[in-house]
């Protein structure tokens, strides 16, 4: 080949080669250095780069991840519920009705207490609580008061059966019982104590009950039964209310109750052969169909007046029919009052009862006996009152009234009497109190209620009413008595509803869990998804 048409190759000389070599060992070099530094990257991105590798996604390490996340999920419900056992206020009550809460009055009342007070209940722990569900809720509300009254009330679960001694501790228990647990509770406070039976603490269905001897719950009233047993047992000198009987009295079984479950001693005593008890403050005349004779008249007199020195108070409701009473009319009289044969009627909707009478309504507190009511916002519900006529204002005074809309239904009317002519514009009393106060300031009281139907059974056991909270109140302050009455409903665990009846809070939990709830769940799904779907 000529040297024209000689092809020029690239330089290869010896230099070359021998410059290329350190070329490919800094490459290696380089390598070596990447991955060291990735290392060192990985480290420097600790657990949350760990956690974005394909290692801890799909290798043992992820399984392992989720072992100690359900152990710390087990760990925290075990601590939860040692905490609800030790603290049970921590449980949250979403019935329509608080099944399981505490009403404010039993807070306050076992917050208070200055007393040990031992429960004992009378059967072992575990049959307790395989007794049904108003057993639990029991349990639950027991559990609360203990936590609520600041160590003062404590449990006990006795097995009567493997401890037979313990009923000898207590002779006047009757311990006898048609079923295995009818006495159900002993509330023991010192040397005081109480039985409370298993139809106290609990309502059911007494037909059954009576066809087959089996009990079917319906509801819990262990909580009212509960405070009542405390209250009595607490209490050091109770208050004794002599009853007078033997003039056809009505049925008086409702008040006499409310009293001694507010640890008053009520006794029942026939004026023709018996004297008041010297120690009683109190004497109730109970719609007596049958007027005083004179001696008993003046046996209550005498004893109004403790010779002079006052102190004591007479309770009178009259009956509805009307009757001849000259005596109780005199003694009345002798207090600033009377009382009218006629029938008080409410012409004011803003009073009526829905559905009543004119002659069933609501009434209005005056400025007396109202300072302690709980809750004077709940209005007193009578029915077929009798007027009470004030004769002496310095005197006696009004206690509940109507409104300036209503009147005085004579007894007996004929066709000509008219309504309207009745309605003079002022309010009609009906409750008032006479007083007599001596130079110590002690004083003596006639209250007359002019309803008896105030205080039937039915009556006073509506929430919606005061009139065992308010008869209570008035009792309890002439007595310069702290506790005031307490009023607990029963509590069924019919309702599955929460107990949510505000209509905003009830639009915003529809909002919270029904639309925004499941929209972020899907949305995080969705997000999750697109992202797992592109890498």
């Not at 009853?243 to 001694?260: R, W």
């Amino acid at each position: 080949m000529s040297e024209e048409n000689k092809v020029i190759l690239p330089d290869e000389t010896p230099d070359t080669k021998t410059e290329e070599k350190p070329v490919t060992e800094n490459s290696n070099d380089s390598k070596k250095d990447d991955k060291k530094g990735r290392k060192k990257d990985e480290k420097k991105g600790g657990f949350k780069t760990f956690l974005k590798s394909r290692k801890a996604r799909h290798g043992s390490m992820a399984a392992a991840i989720v072992a100690i996340v359900i152990a710390i999920v087990i760990v925290i419900n075990v601590i939860c519920g040692l905490l609800v056992e030790r603290f049970p206020d921590l449980k949250f009550d979403f019935t329509a009705n608080n099944s399981f809460a505490l009403q404010e009055d039993t807070v306050d009342y076992v917050s208070h207490l200055d007393k040990d007070v031992t429960l004992y209940i009378l059967m072992p722990e575990s049959d307790f609580d395989n007794q049904g569900t108003y057993f639990i809720q029991a349990k639950n509300l027991l559990e609360k008061m203990q936590s609520n009254s600041n160590g003062k009330i404590s449990i006990e679960y006795i097995d009567l059966s493997s401890n037979p001694t313990f009923t000898s501790s207590y002779p006047d228990v009757d311990w006898s019982g048609e079923s295995s647990y009818d006495n159900f509770m002993l509330v023991v406070c010192g040397d005081q104590y109480r039985m409370l039976k298993v139809g106290e603490c609990f309502e059911y269905d007494e037909e059954i009950y009576s066809y087959y001897g089996s009990y079917q719950f319906t509801g819990t009233t262990i909580e009212q039964a509960v405070v009542t047993a405390v209250l009595n047992v607490t209490a050091e000198d109770k208050i004794v209310v002599d009853m007078i009987t033997g003039n056809n009295e009505q049925d008086y079984s409702a008040i006499k109750t409310l009293l001694e479950n507010n640890a008053y001693e009520v006794n029942e005593i026939s004026l023709v052969t018996q004297d008041i008890d010297e120690d009683a403050e109190f004497v109730m005349l109970y719609a007596p169909s049958v007027d005083l004779d004179e001696s008993a008249a003046e046996k209550i007199s005498e004893w109004l007046d403790n010779d002079g020195k006052y102190g004591r108070s007479l309770i009178y409701v009259p009956t509805i029919e009307k009757v001849d009473t000259p005596n109780i009319d005199n003694l009345l009289d002798q207090w600033g009052m009377a009382v009218d044969d006629g029938f008080v009627f409410e012409t004011n909707t803003d009073y009526l009862v829905s559905g009543s009478t004119p002659y069933a309504f609501i009434v209005d507190y005056t400025d007396y006996y109202t300072e302690n009511l709980k809750n004077s916002k709940i209005p007193v519900f009578v029915n077929q009152s009798h007027d009470i006529i004030i004769n002496d204002s310095e005197m006696a005074h009004s206690l509940l009234v109507t409104s300036d809309k209503a009147g005085v239904q004579p007894y007996e009317f004929d066709e000509s009497w008219n309504y309207e002519d009745a309605m003079t514009g002022d309010p009609v009393t009906v409750a008032a109190e006479g007083v007599k106060t001596n130079n110590d300031e002690s004083s003596s009281r006639v209250v007359v209620f002019g309803s008896f139907a105030m205080f039937t059974e039915s009556n006073m056991s509506f929430n919606s009413y005061n009139n065992s909270a308010y008869f209570m109140n008035v009792v309890n302050t002439i007595a310069d008595k702290e506790d005031t009455g307490i009023t607990i409903e029963s509590k069924s665990l019919e309702s599955n509803e929460l107990g949510v009846t505000d209509v905003t809070t009830q639009s915003a939990m529809i909002a919270i869990f029904v639309v925004v709830l499941p929209a972020v769940i899907l949305a995080t799904g969705l997000v999750v998804w697109l992202r797992r779907r592109n890498r």
